[in-house]
């Protein structure tokens, strides 16, 4: 493997050994799209080389210094070339290299190619204009987002009802094709890209942030193109009818979700919402009618509690982990962004238009078992009975909801249910209860969407000429799908790094936890409160040794069995914030 790294595509002899195992031989590289390797400048017979992240390498590789003057134990940014890497940039600060780590680690780009940029002032040329489009900038329209938001891409509207209580929701998304051609630099750079990555502290836009965060941002108070779906709902939550269609907006205001929540819950209108201030109650009605539609058949809402890493502002290291809970206002844009995705499918599939789908899988009797032997060591009688239908994953997830362990049974229940994924064969998403799914509501932010844009106007335009079930899109999907995973990877080991190095500042502190996975190592253990996670390590348990059962649910010895659901109290007795390993001891 020394010559080879994480990711390359290779041709290799296959061979099955008596044991029933296959070993790989002869290995030759055939494809590397991986371009930049971070890692710490070490010598071997006197000449410089990289020590790069063992994710990523099997060994040292011989370092050019590029113009640069290094020294044993410096950390750089180096580009691959031929028979080597040749260093661009040292890495001065601790969080600096942990950063780039975790991007290098999972082939991130961290800038635009100069292609993209030089299409920046083409792009910012064409005007926000009415054309064709519907003028909606007469509709009270809001977005409402994090305070930290700056690529906004979602707003949203309501016509009251008439004489039949059937409102209208208006969800209009920024038309991000209608700025960025197919095929241009741009537009490479994004598909390569395939989604924002989100890391604590840090943005890595799919777009330069003079598009992302300007000129296609839905910002207060200017015109901007979108694309709006337009769902008539009636006095019980049904969907009764959906439109697809151009517009023209202009946001009336640019809310939070702090400020919104305290709306919905209490009445409170900010200075930025008297604009709005009149289209503001039936936001709380659209949401409830939209519970309502959910709650009938099944699925869970994808809100939930999540940990915040807080930086000190003087030193930029992490100072403390803050739970935060979804509001009031985090699932009305849920339910507005899911009713529009949703809605969309149907209207493509229904006009046989193919696509990009959202697709997520039943759980097999195994994973439907293994969840609710784990809800049973969290206290909770679950009885499945062999199948987890869409309404009986509602009734757990309302029977977890309020409880001290939520965060922790969530995470379990999770995994059980697996990942969903991109495809163009349109199947039902079984985690939501939708019998169709996709993603239109973040063109800025994903390229899944961007597709369906084009695959939309497309439709708008007359086109007919469809590939059902279209080969090119699904090779498209695929690309999407790992590069979607690499972003949650990156986002997850950033996190981990950060509560390290602030569990760095709490050795020898006790805290409860519970078991939310077995591993062949160790428990991997989740602390209450902070929902940060370590593990403990199986050959330091009492009671030993230990083997991990063929589920991964439990550790067992003869004498002791650890379950997940377990609850725990451990110690805090090593944080490593370079690899994101916090290691716990028996508390009590």
Known sequence: LNPLLADDLV???????????????????????????VGEVVLHRGGQHLRVDREVANTDLPLTAGGLSLAQGDHVLARIEHGGVRALRRLETPDERALMRVLARYAIPTEHSPEALGELAAVRAKPHAL????????????????????????AISVIPPTGDGALRLLVSIADVGAFVPEGCALDRDARDRATSVYLAGRVIPMFPEALSADWLSLLPGVDRCCLTAELRIDAEGHVTSVDVYRSLIRSWARLTYDETARFLDHGEVSPAMEPARAVMPWFRTVSSRLRLARTRRGGVEIAREEARVVFDPATGTASSIENVRPTSAHALIERCMVAANEAVAQWLVQRGVPGMFRVHDEPCADRVQDLEDFATNFGIA??????????ALAAFDHQITGMPSEAAIRAVMLRALGPARYTVLPAGHYGLAAPLYL???????????????????????????????????EVLSRHVNARARNAARAETDRQRMLAAQYMGDHLGEVFPA????????????Q??????????????????????????????????????????????????????????????
């Open 439 to 473: 993603h239109f509501t973040s063109p800025i932010r994903r390229y899944a969407d961007v597709v369906v844009h084009r695959t939309l106007a497309r439709y708008l335009d007359g086109d007919r000429a469809w590939v059902p079930n279209d080969p090119a899109v």
């Open 131 to 154: 054309g064709a489009r519907r003028d909606l900038r007469e509709v009270p329209t809001v977005t409402i987002d994090a305070a930290s938001t700056r690529d906004i891409d979602d």
């Open 382 to 391: 679950a009885g499945f009975g062999g199948r987890l239908s869409p309404l």
């Open 11 to 37: 041709r290799a002899e296959a061979v099955l050994g008596d044991d029933g195992r296959i070993s790989a031989t002869a290995l030759h590289l055939v494809e590397r799209t991986r371009t930049e390797l």
């Open 514 to 525: 519970r078991i939310t996975r077995v591993r062949p190592f160790g428990l991997i253990t």
């Open 527 to 588: 602390l209450d409160g902070s929902l940060i996670e370590g593990t403990l390590p199986l050959d330091a348990l009492p009671e030993g040794p230990y083997s991990v059962d063929g589920r991964e649910g439990a550790a067992v010895s003869p004498t002791k069995r650890w379950e997940v659901g377990m609850r725990v109290v451990v110690r805090v007795v090593a944080a490593d914030a370079s690899s994101g390993r916090v290691t716990f001891a028996l508390a009590g």
